[in-house]
């Protein structure tokens, strides 16, 4: 499985995020040598997904406002659109999906403080990132999604196992680790269809709360295209309150809350 190269743009950044003294002029020009890439951050930037109190009107000002961490993974997760390919349609699909879920995440985690908001919209981002790679890998992989999507009994990634000796989960957290994502990041990719993590105390506590985190978003997003019943909420969703220190009438407002907020727009 080819996985993509880190771009340079992500080279960079991450780079200058390691120094001693990060310069965050530096970091805006790298950038803003690319305009789309300007236009894409901007954009997140000035959504309710940041809650600014006032609009980012250049990468400088973005940087300054929500810091180079988070400038970083952002356009970590934006480099994606890049460099993946397919069916236009399809990948508009899985892009609107992508971004719905990095906004519920990173609402819930700036409300609630139970996780780090830059890594909440990575995740977010970046979770299904294997999906795309491996249905360009493989010719029959659409219906292998379709068979994960709906078996009551085995996990999404065991129903990729068994068809293709590989996982999206597997793949996208590959990926994740050779873009030197946070490894926080990186193990919640490769785990967010175990639900057993919930059970073992040996899992990161951020960990599981990302992975409880994107069951909420994609259940809203399921019932937001008026699909009322998801199979990956049927086997992870009695979890999700305890791990994000919630009621379940929290966790069922929470879910109505974002439903309201797809309908009325994220920009």
């Known amino acids: 499985m080819a996985i993509p190269p880190?771009?340079?743009?992500?080279?960079?950044?991450?780079?200058?995020?390691?120094?001693?003294?990060?310069?965050?002029?530096?970091?805006?020009?790298?950038?803003?040598?690319?305009?789309?890439?300007?236009?894409?951050?901007?954009?997140?930037?000035?959504?309710?997904?940041?809650?600014?109190?006032?609009r980012a009107e250049s990468v400088d000002q973005a940087v300054g406002l929500i810091g180079l961490r988070q400038l970083t993974n952002l356009v970590t997760a934006l480099s994606v659109r890049n460099l993946l390919k397919g069916d236009a349609?399809?990948?508009?699909?899985?892009?609107?999906?992508?971004?719905?879920?990095?906004?519920?995440?990173?609402?819930?985690?700036?409300t609630t403080g139970l996780v780090d908001v830059g890594l909440a919209q990575t995740f977010g981002l970046f979770c299904d990132v294997g999906i795309p790679l491996l249905r360009n890998r493989f010719p029959n992989y659409v219906e292998t999604l379709k068979?994960?999507?709906?078996?009551?009994?085995?996990?999404?990634?065991?129903?990729?196992?068994?068809a293709h000796n590989t996982d999206h989960a597997l793949v996208g957290a590959m990926m994740a680790k050779s873009w030197s994502l946070p490894d926080t990041v990186t193990l919640a990719i490769r785990l967010h269809h175990d639900y057993e993590v919930f059970l073992d105390p040996k899992i990161p506590r951020d960990v599981s709360r990302l992975i409880a985190l994107g069951l909420v978003a994609e259940v809203a997003i399921q019932r937001f295209a008026r699909l009322h019943s998801t199979v990956?909420?049927?086997?992870g969703g009695d979890f999700v309150a305890g791990a994000l220190v919630l009621a379940p009438l929290e966790v069922e407002e929470w879910i109505e809350q974002l439903i309201e907020e797809f309908a009325t727009g994220m920009e």
């Open 147 to 162: 068979l994960a999507n709906t078996d009551p009994q085995r996990s999404f990634t065991a129903v990729e196992q068994a």
């Open 6 to 54: 880190r771009p340079l743009v992500v080279e960079q950044l991450q780079r200058e995020l390691t120094k001693d003294d990060p310069d965050m002029r530096s970091a805006a020009k790298i950038v803003a040598q690319d305009v789309g890439l300007t236009v894409a951050v901007l954009k997140i930037v000035n959504s309710p997904m940041y809650g600014l109190s006032r």
């Open 89 to 110: 349609q399809v990948m508009a699909r899985f892009y609107d999906t992508s971004a719905k879920r990095a906004y519920a995440m990173s609402r819930m985690a700036k």
């Open 232 to 235: 990956e909420w049927d086997k």
